[in-house]
């Protein structure tokens, strides 16, 4: 999945941006609360990560800003931990949840997890489609029922981009998009070869190709 990092502290946000990378999340890192709502306008996030305290803009404004336009994307408030009052105002202004201050990044990465969820309206933390099974918690697959598959980070972004919207198609850029963040080289070839890899580990059927649109995964 792709995620929108905005986060004027310098450290901080390379530490959370190699944590989402990690984490097979396509992460794209803006400083300031003006280069936030201008990413978001340009490039559909699953998640937004939101510092309060920024430049240009404050990150409650933004949160405000992206609600009066109608964004729904999941969005993932950063605050201070004594400062109850803002997080109360993020809740109000449209955040799905808060991460306190210092944070710890597995905690970071398991309510990312969840809120991406709940806006896609499973509640179970297993993705699921009518043969394929994905845990976000530990990036494993497995085909009607059989054992669990290791993945790569990249394959896991993408089968989980597939597996969030089963029965659609995405075309390559659009799993690119996933795949891939800001000033991260895409080879030319890179979505089939990783759909290659996916189908070698999970069996061919795992990932159907609609000709000239795209690939999906089976809803039933
Ligand atoms: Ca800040």
């Not at 978001?40 to 803009?57: E, F, I």
């Not at 699921?128 to 085909?143: I, N, V, W, Y």
């Not at 998009?177 to 059927?205: M, P, Q, T």
Request: aromatic content about 4%; overall charge neutral.
């Amino acid at each position: 999945m792709r995620v929108l990092l905005v986060e004027d502290d310098d450290m901080l946000g390379r530490a959370v941006r190699d944590a989402l990378k990690d984490a097979a999340c396509a992460a794209d890192w803006v400083r300031d609360g003006a280069a936030a709502l201008h990413a978001a306008s340009t490039q559909h996030y699953d998640a937004v990560l939101l510092d309060l305290g920024l430049p240009r803009k404050d990150g409650m404004e933004v949160l405000r800003a992206l609600r009066q336009r109608n964004d729904a994307v999941p969005v993932l408030v950063v605050t201070a931990r004594d400062a109850l009052l803002s997080r109360v105002e993020g809740l109000d202004a449209g955040a799905d949840d808060y991460v306190l201050k210092p944070f710890d990044m597995p905690e970071l990465l398991a309510r990312l997890r969840a809120v991406v969820r709940r806006k896609g309206g499973t509640a179970t933390p297993v993705l699921r489609s009518a043969r394929l099974e994905l845990d976000p918690a530990t990036h494993e697959a497995r085909m009607d029922g059989g054992p669990a598959v290791a993945l790569s980070r990249r394959e896991f972004a993408l089968l989980q981009a597939l597996m969030l919207r089963p029965g659609a198609i995405l075309s390559r850029s659009e799993l690119e998009d996933r795949v891939y963040g800001w000033g991260e080289e895409v080879e030319s070839n890179a979505i089939e070869f990783l759909i290659h890899a996916l189908r070698k580990k999970l069996g061919a059927e795992a990932i159907r190709n609609v000709r000239g649109a795209g690939w999906m995964v089976s809803k039933d």
